[in-house]
């Protein structure tokens, strides 16, 4: 009887330890897949890199003007646009590469300055939400910001303004 206990106790206490195991490994596997995804670049996780490369003024419509250079960060770009009347508008054109091994995509695009302007518009051509980035594709794209032509109380806009790219692995 003694001995049955002793080898039920070891049998328990086994099993404990393949389960602790188990459980550190599944720890450091999901650590792994969140470094994976997440949009920041450490520098020690070349896997991930999905960043804009290049920002360019593509053309100027009405009185807008585009007093300062746009400049960008991996998933921001930047613009301070000028608008004196309604049809306003600026044209960039922003390239996008994948850098890293992993395949992205698109999540949301979304404005840094949400719901602060309803009469300032956003059209964005090249990409949409849920396109895929392929590992070391790059992709042009084209975003006009402009003063929208049903705009009631027309005002000069003087602005920074900014657009996000939230890109997420692709499964």
Same mark, same amino acid.
């Given at each position: 009887m003694i001995a049955t206990e002793k080898l039920k106790n070891r049998v328990i206490f086994a099993l404990l330890v393949v389960i602790m195991v188990m459980v550190v490994a599944i720890v450091v596997l999901a650590q792994n897949n969140l470094t994976k995804l997440s949009g920041e670049n450490t520098g020690n996780n070349s896997d991930w890199?999905?960043?804009?490369?290049?920002?360019?003024?593509?053309?100027?419509?009405?009185?807008?003007?585009?007093? #300062?250079?746009?400049? #960008?960060?991996?998933?921001?770009?930047? #613009?301070?646009? =000028?608008?004196?009347?309604?049809? =306003?508008?600026?044209?960039?054109? +922003?390239?996008? !590469? /994948? +850098?890293?091994?992993? =395949? !992205?995509? +698109? /999540?949301?695009?979304?404005?840094? *300055? *949400?719901?602060?302007y309803d009469f300032i518009k956003y059209d964005i051509q090249g990409i949409k939400e849920g396109d895929v980035l392929l590992k070391n594709e790059k992709r042009i794209v084209t975003v006009t910001v402009k003063y929208d032509l049903t705009a009631t109380e027309a005002h000069e806009i003087e602005e920074d303004l900014s657009v996000i790219f939230d890109f997420v692995q692709n499964y």
């Open positions: 890199k999905v960043t804009f490369t290049n920002i360019t003024t593509k053309s100027i419509t009405g009185n807008a003007r585009d007093e #300062f250079q746009p400049y #960008f960060t991996e998933t921001h770009a930047f #613009f301070h646009v =000028d608008f004196v009347a309604p049809g =306003d508008a600026v044209t960039y054109e +922003l390239e996008i !590469a /994948n +850098l890293g091994k992993l =395949d !992205a995509k +698109l /999540n949301k695009i979304s404005r840094g *300055e *949400e719901g602060k």
